[in-house]
């Protein structure tokens, strides 16, 4: 049971290069979610999917896009990166009434030079 | 705008020492406070706490949600190395299945 799959795990991207970072779960969950984490900040919400079809804004969406592509799948893009994208990029799934909250993948490390 | 704020942000102790983690959360329509433990990669669940389960309790571990005061404690008995970690905090409102998390504590356990 994989959970929940992030790729890559780590990239180094200059400024202005583009990439999208995958995510995928296998636990038949309706929601889906993208996190940033940095140092003091806690996690901080990107945009999250409530179910197949939809995607809505969290609290810092500027720079970023998303895709869900399928009940699986859930993508973040950066268009044109920035330096202040470095981050540890969580991707995470959920079932509404779940008693476990969220299921995280591993993260993605991502530096913006 | 939902708002969680963990205390300390940072602590040291002995193994053997008992901590005391405080979350306080402003949240409409609360669902529940949920509580991660994230060592090296991903946050782990540890508790969820609801309207309906107010205490929980797993070995060392036990957290207390306060529905008053709007806040929660996550305790840790005998305290040992491997309980070092950043301790999340979050809350899910019930108007939507997203969580906002806090900063975090970071507590290191020393030998």
């Known amino acids: 049971n994989a959970g929940v799959t992030q790729t890559p795990k780590f990239q180094v991207l200059k400024t202005g290069q583009s990439m999208t970072l995958q995510c995928a779960q296998d636990?038949?969950?309706?929601?889906m979610y993208w996190y940033r984490q940095d140092p003091g900040m806690g996690l901080r919400l990107i945009y999250y999917s409530a179910s197949e079809g939809t995607t809505d804004k969290g609290e810092v969406p500027n720079g970023y896009n998303v895709s869900r592509l399928n009940k699986r799948e859930f993508s973040l893009r950066l268009e044109s990166a920035a330096p202040s994208q470095t981050s540890v990029y969580f991707c995470?799934?959920?079932?509404?009434?779940?008693?476990?909250?969220?299921?995280f993948g591993s993260g993605t490390r991502l530096t913006v030079v | 705008e939902d708002k969680v704020v963990q205390s300390p942000l940072s602590l040291v102790v002995h193994e053997g020492d008992t901590v005391t983690l405080n979350c306080s959360y402003e949240?409409?329509?609360?669902?529940?406070l949920l509580w991660y433990k994230q060592e090296k990669k991903a946050p782990t669940f540890l508790f969820m706490l609801t309207s309906s389960g107010i205490e929980k309790k797993s070995g060392r571990l036990s957290s207390i949600l306060d529905k008053k005061e709007l806040s929660s404690i996550l305790n840790i008995t005998a305290t040992q190395t491997g309980d070092s970690a950043i301790y999340l905090c979050a809350v899910e409102p019930g108007t939507a299945s997203k969580l906002t998390f806090g900063t975090g504590t970071r507590l290191q356990v020393t030998l």
């Open positions: 995470a799934s959920s079932e509404a009434g779940s008693p476990r909250g969220y299921t």
């Open positions: 636990m038949n969950h309706n929601s």
């Open positions: 949240v409409t329509n609360f669902r529940s």
